[in-house]
């Protein structure tokens, strides 16, 4: 099958600009900013009430339509967003759900003139001299770049990642732009502000351009996981600022397993998605930090094939101990063992006034992954705690206006809770506690 690549920002460093009052979303599934649950909130009544079938489809097609013609920077939030539409009532997630897929598998291609003359400026007029073949049709074509099949000189099929020249401009002018759409987002759902999501790209637009940067990422975790019978990372062939050149793997598109996969291929497949999640700080010293369905396959051999390392975070001593030691004390009832940790990690004021056993309360719902042998991630699971924590009149929604996110912790949760949504999507079942205990520092018992 042909593979999908998707170009998104580079971060070396699991930080950013961080509002002071942005709030904690949960515990285990992500300490998420307001924005990344906003597709949770108002999940019934107003949205429900004030958006027919017919202008939901609508709206999908806007939608698709103003994001797939800017292509840079606003497909990037589109993509994004596609996580996160399994927190939305299934009747009214139909229509999105179609429009924000082909987000994350087209946009209107490079022609191959122009194609040619940037791998020209990047290996030079006898650039064909490396290839065997290539193909001047894409088999991609995303955000900031698209990709063509090809055989390198010695024999190897290879991706070619070439980026879109004056991508970077492309990037600025379309960020700008999309202000101009924000009732398009408010339809989609009342609550979203996609503000936060926008201020975030702009702020990594130089780190997303570098491909030679992206390449010595993809390096690393494929140095980490090279023979490992659950994860597959295609291997770098060759690398410019603007040209990638990696190993061509067949595989299933993880957007096609969410929409027909065998209930065995699904869990499998978010089976291998916690694995990555959770032991790429310990074996590479990195996390992947773009869960969106274009960037995942299912190889045929079970293996979860992980493509676009542009958005990277690095955690050389591995993912904080204090997200495992919280999540088992929890998860044994230790309220004010948990207050007290929350409130040293900066979760909680120091003068905050709250009640340990309600904070508990509040988290518990969230660790239903965890508290049994076995759990199954859906949607309907997903839209009931976006439900309780955008609730006005619900316990939950006061304590998560007290709480804060800490910066240190924003990539951490915020890609926690998108490969949440990919596993709600997959309907994906499987015992997720044994991964956390392998991977996770302070989660298993001592």
Known sequence: ?????HDRRVSDIPRGPV???????????GFAGRAALGLGRRVSGLAEEVISEKAQQRTAEQLFSVLGQLKGGAMKLGQALSVFEAALPEHMAGPYRAALTKLQEAAPPLPASSVHGVLAAQFGDEWRSRFHEFDDSPTAAASIGQVHRARWHDGRDVAVKVQYPGAGDALVSDLKQLGR????????????DIKPLVAELRERIVEELDYEHEARAQRAFADAYRNDPDILIPEVVAAQPTVLVTEWSDATPLSKIIESGDQDVRDRAGRNLSILHFSGPQRAGLLHADPHPGNFRMHEDGRLVVLDFGAIARFPDGLPTPIGTLLRLA???DAHAVFDGLQAEGFIAADADMDPEAVLEYLLPLLEPLSGDEFQFTRSWIRQQATRLADRS??????NKQMNLPPS???IHRVTLGSI??????????????VLEEWLPGFAEA
């Open 181 to 192: 759409f924000a009732s398009l987002f408010r339809v989609l759902q009342p609550g979203l």
């Open 19 to 29: 509002s002071r009052t942005t709030k904690l979303a949960s515990l285990p599934l």
């Open 409 to 411: 912790y924003l990539l």
């Open 331 to 333: 998860l044994h009832g």
């Open 394 to 399: 619900s316990p939950a929604y006061a304590l």
């Open 1 to 5: 099958m042909q593979q999908a690549w």
């Open 421 to 434: 949504g990919l596993m709600c999507q997959l309907n994906a079942h499987a015992a997720w506690r044994p």
